[in-house]
């Protein structure tokens, strides 16, 4: 009968309707929206930043707390980097002219938008990012203010590390353009299985089983510090006594560093990281992207895993 079949369809659309909505809800989480206006209610403290690399800091920390409430109050997969896609996209259109000095809403909108990019992946810049920036060339102040998104690594690293070879650390040069605001980068790892890779300098790939080859190592820590001998101090603090006479040692063989692209994966959140680990989400990864350029350009790219696609480090 006619009602039957108008029943039917409208039941039909009824479902489809509920299908669209959760599929919508798995791909825009409830904690979207709040934690994006709880980052815009504090953008103002972004505005202490002296420098580059303070404004960087200041930033990533400013998501880390987000990050931190959300692994601490929801069980559901996180899905942070679609999160900060939605956070830039906010911010983007939240911007303005940034001549606008007068306000601090629409100054500390600018000052964001920029220590968003410099923890962004190298190819973050969207096009109405690419666009606003490209407008606004020549009109920042301060004016180190356009450089913190275009950190560099400086090809620079040093190495630490344990006896049995379960903790290790890289300690990477970075700079901003003009070698303004120079520092480094520790990455703190706990390795998987010393007793075939990190230990033997990783430099018989084919000797490496395939369950390794995947997670090699795990970085539970990273930070930027003024130099060499502060990271040495913060790294041998964090692993503990095994670590008391451990020296850094200049990384001269990139095959070394070959796992570090894969223990960083910001689509990867087991819900157990520390608030440290949590404020270098984005930007340790970011850090990673800058050392494997300046690697590639120097003609000493990283070399890939067993089992694992090169193109999977740009190389």
Same mark, same amino acid.
């Given at each position: ?15 489809? +309707? ?153 300690? +990477? ?43 090699? +190592? ?98």
């Amino acid at each position: 009968m006619p009602t039957s079949r108008t029943r039917k369809s409208k039941r039909r659309a009824k479902i489809a +309707a509920r299908a669209r909505r959760r599929e919508r809800a798995a791909a825009y989480p409830s904690w979207f929206d709040p934690s994006i206006r709880n980052v815009l209610r504090q953008r103002r403290t972004l505005l202490f930043a002296k420098r580059p690399r303070e404004l960087e800091q200041a930033t990533a920390a400013l998501l880390g707390e987000q990050l931190h409430r959300v692994c601490n109050t929801h069980t559901a997969a996180p899905h942070f980097d679609s999160w900060f896609t939605e956070l830039v996209t906010t911010v983007v259109a939240c911007a303005s002219d940034p001549a606008a000095q007068t306000d601090p809403d629409q100054q500390s909108t600018w000052w964001l938008l920029h220590g968003l990019l410099a923890i962004a992946p190298v190819g973050f810049l969207i096009d109405p990012v690419q666009d606003l920036l490209d407008a606004t060339t020549g009109h920042c102040e301060p004016p180190w203010l356009p450089l913190t998104c275009r950190v560099q690594a400086t090809g620079d690293i040093q190495r630490l590390s344990i006896t049995d070879g379960t903790r290790t650390g890289f300690i +990477a040069g970075y700079e901003y353009p003009g070698g303004a605001d120079r520092h480094v980068y520790l990455f703190d790892l706990a390795v998987t299985n010393p007793n075939e890779g990190l230990q033997q300098g990783i430099s018989n790939f084919t000797a490496w089983p395939d369950q390794y080859a995947a997670e090699p +190592a795990e970085l539970l820590r990273a930070d930027a510090f003024d130099t060499v001998e502060a990271a040495t101090q913060a790294w041998r603090a964090s692993v503990g006594p095994a670590a008391t006479n451990s020296q850094p040692t200049a990384l001269t063989d990139p095959s070394d560093l070959a796992f570090l692209p894969y223990c960083c994966d910001p689509t990867a959140v087991p819900g157990t990281e520390s608030r440290n680990r949590l404020d270098n989400w984005f930007r340790a990864a970011r850090r990673i992207e800058e050392l494997i350029i300046t690697l590639r350009r120097r003609g000493t790219p990283l070399p890939p895993l067993p089992g694992l696609h090169p193109e999977l480090i740009g190389i």
